[in-house]
């Protein structure tokens, strides 16, 4: 059979069967999400974005390198996926139609869609998605007229920023998984184990403990390698106390909530204590700092005035917390919101941050604490549990 006769084969027995939400936690972010395309003279979204996709529709898959596409209008919501992920879209995402189309046959994408398009006046495209691809947009564009498609980015971004009780509910979650993978990690650290060893422990305990496929692989460095930012685990040794880096994060439903700590593989120096004090001072400082009447702006500057006297000693990535919840690979920024000078957006409750405060001092090693943080009105609520302490692992 084709991947149409397939469509409706898997439909007469699993259609939504494995929705991640009830149907009305969908309808209410469509709804939502209309009314704001509405007030800002949207007739459609054109969304590439899996995370949106997933948002407004439940479409759930780890194939996220081929090109789909949600027509969003203020009627309906029709899904466009390759044929070989006709299967997910049945199972898991609430749309009013799907088409597909032969995942070898890219040119199959354009007549369809504007077809879909033809009717409407303006139609908002995230510009800044990596997901929109020149090849479709420039051609809707020659056919449709340019004059058509508007910058609506920022409408599913304000929305997904502030999170449901469910969405809250699925982050409790992962918080609870990365623990578990990080607990088990830090079990095995000990002088002569291998940075890949910790990293195959940790992700043996999130994948048990109940991750989905994850948007981000666990992280692991150690000595030198932790102060240049961004690598990970490369069948290095640990050696005598060094320090040893790690940064997990479980998906539950595709929601992220990341945590980082250090470990050091025998006594830790005053210096790293020092420098850990530095990262639990920040991080006291935010949490004071993200509650409704701030604005992420004013948390920056508040945390800016405590990294002030150490500015010329450590590297640090200038972004003091980003925005997470659902998310599929590269990676579990969100990209909603990020706390950071001159990022003006107010604070709200229930708006869910990552702090990644890892503090490196170049060629020498770097220490990194961190916590996924829920915005209250008193101030930043962890949801993951971390001690804030060097973790001593001597065995």
Request: net charge negative.
């Amino acid at each position: 059979m084709d991947h149409k006769a397939y469509r409706f084969a898997l439909a007469s027995t699993l259609k939504a069967s494995e929705l991640a939400f009830p149907e009305a936690e969908f309808a209410a972010r469509c709804q939502r999400a209309r009314h704001t395309m509405a007030a800002e003279g949207l007739d459609a979204l054109l969304v590439t974005d899996p995370s949106d996709i997933y948002y407004l529709t439940g479409y759930n898959t780890f194939e996220v390198s081929v090109h789909t596409c949600l027509v969003f209008s203020l009627q309906e919501a029709i899904l466009q996926v390759p044929s070989i992920e006709t299967g997910p879209a049945v199972v898991t995402a609430v749309a009013d139609d799907i088409l597909g189309y032969r995942w070898e046959s890219i040119a199959e994408v354009i007549d369809p869609l504007c077809e879909l398009l033809a009717d409407f006046q303006a139609i908002g495209l995230d510009t800044w998605s990596p997901t929109l691809r020149h090849g479709v947009i420039s051609q809707l564009q020659d056919r449709l007229g340019a004059q058509c498609f508007r910058d609506g980015g920022a409408i599913l971004d304000r929305l997904r920023i502030v999170k449901t009780e469910a969405e809250l509910g699925c982050l409790q979650e992962s918080a609870r998984i990365t623990s578990a993978g990080m607990q088990a990690a830090l079990r095995v650290i000990r002088p002569g184990i291998s940075d890949n060893e910790i990293a195959a422990e940790g992700a043996r305990a999130l994948l048990a403990g109940g991750s989905e496929f994850m948007s981000l692989q666990p992280i692991v460095t150690s000595g030198r390698r932790i102060s240049v930012i961004h690598t990970n685990h490369r069948r290095n040794l640990i050696a005598p106390g060094d320090p040893v880096f790690l940064e997990f994060g479980s998906a539950y439903k595709r929601y992220t909530a990341p945590m980082m700590c250090t470990a050091v593989a025998g006594p830790a120096t005053a210096r790293m204590q020092q420098i850990r004090d530095v990262c639990l001072a920040l991080y006291e400082t935010l949490k004071s700092n993200m509650r409704p009447g701030k604005s992420f702006h004013d948390a920056a500057v508040a945390a800016e005035e405590v990294l002030a006297p150490w500015g010329e000693t450590v590297f640090f990535s200038g972004v003091f917390g980003y925005a997470v919840g659902a998310q599929f690979p590269p990676s579990w920024v969100e990209g909603t919101g990020y706390i950071a000078r001159n990022q003006h957006e107010p604070f709200q409750t229930n708006m869910v941050f990552h702090l990644p405060l890892c503090l490196r001092l170049p060629g020498l090693w770097g220490i990194g604490i961190s916590d996924t943080v829920q915005v209250t009105g008193q101030g930043g609520r962890a949801l993951t549990d971390n001690d804030w302490q060097l973790q001593i692992c001597s065995q």
